[in-house]
């Protein structure tokens, strides 16, 4: 399994439960769902979330995923990014941790998603 993560407001989570999809609000603005592989997920929450309460972290099983996923890197850099290029399927989420910042605002790694970014990495 290819598991790929997306952070997002458990608000937005909890209406996408209920109509069946998530869409993030970029994939209205720049036409896709920013996600995350697992060893790049804390470097994006950091950069975008610092200090944000109230997330959820969705784990994807990338091979579930209904609409077209690319990994690539806009910004001209090697790290590529998985990019969902539609409306997530939520029966591809396979698991939703709560998501909250450390006392001085900044993220860590959920315990039970460590051995899975190591296991990407190699």
């Not at 869409?23 to 200090?51: E, M, W, Y």
């Not at 409306?87 to 698991?95: H, S």
Request: proline residues 4%; negative net charge.
């Amino acid at each position: 399994m290819s598991t790929i993560l997306h952070v997002a407001k458990r608000e937005q989570w909890e209406k996408a439960k209920a109509t069946g999809s998530y869409q993030a609000d970029t994939l209205k603005s720049q036409g896709f769902i920013h996600c995350s592989k697992p060893d790049q997920v804390i470097r994006v929450a950091n950069f975008l979330f610092c200090g944000q309460t109230d997330l959820v972290l969705l784990c994807i099983d990338s091979r579930k995923v209904g609409a077209d996923i690319r990994d690539e890197n806009l910004e001209g850099g090697d790290n590529l990014f998985p990019h969902i290029y539609g409306p997530l399927n939520i029966d591809a989420v396979i698991k939703v941790l709560d998501f909250q910042p450390q006392a001085n605002g900044t993220f860590v790694l959920p315990k039970a998603l460590r051995e899975m970014a190591e296991e990407q990495q190699t």
